[in-house]
């Protein structure tokens, strides 16, 4: 870490089990993000019931400006049960955050997205970038964003 460009990291832990994680860079404009694992993928349609959606949303009123990318990642199991390809699956995660997102206020305009697929490091999860437009450099090849339209899904 750079002293031109400190990071704050910090992640909420309940019984061992990190329920988000975000990190805080000071860079021009702010940069914050929020990692959301879930342990089904049922578990995207239920975000009311999760304790660290409230940061999202405050970071999402907070920073009304910023540009919104969510990224999602799926499991092998996830992509066998549904037999579909991995970036299929996670696409949907993707349209389901952004979905909730817009029905509960954020402008849809703000909000990209891409189905990551797997990867084993990260497992399921949805992770949520606030003034990311396009996404980090190691997402530039994969990046085929899903545009966000509140108004079509059922939040």
Same mark, same amino acid.
């Given at each position: 870490?750079? #002293? ?45 019931? !999760? ?9 999402? !009123?907070?920073? #009304?400006?910023? +540009? ?18 991995? &970036? ?9 955050? &952004? ?20 990867? +084993?490091?990260? &497992? ?27 108004? #079509?899904?059922?939040?």
């Amino acid at each position: 870490m750079s #002293s031109r460009n400190p990071a704050v990291c910090c992640s909420v832990l309940l019984l061992g089990v990190t329920l988000a994680q975000f990190e805080v860079r000071s860079t021009a404009a702010a940069e914050l993000t929020f990692t959301i694992p879930l342990a089904t993928l049922d578990d995207v349609r239920r975000l009311d019931q !999760r304790p660290e959606i409230a940061e999202v949303m405050h970071t999402a !009123r907070a920073y #009304s400006d910023s +540009p919104i990318f969510l990224a999602a990642y799926v499991t092998a199991d996830d992509v066998r049960s549904n037999r579909a390809d991995a &970036g299929g699956v996670a696409d949907e995660l993707v349209i389901e955050m &952004g979905g909730y997102l817009a029905s509960r206020g954020v402008e849809p305009d703000r909000i990209t997205g891409k189905g990551m697929g797997i990867d +084993p490091a990260i &497992g399921r999860a949805v992770v949520v970038w606030f003034g990311i437009k396009p996404p980090p450099s190691e997402l530039d090849p994969l990046l085929q964003a899903v545009r966000i339209d509140g108004s #079509s899904y059922g939040f």
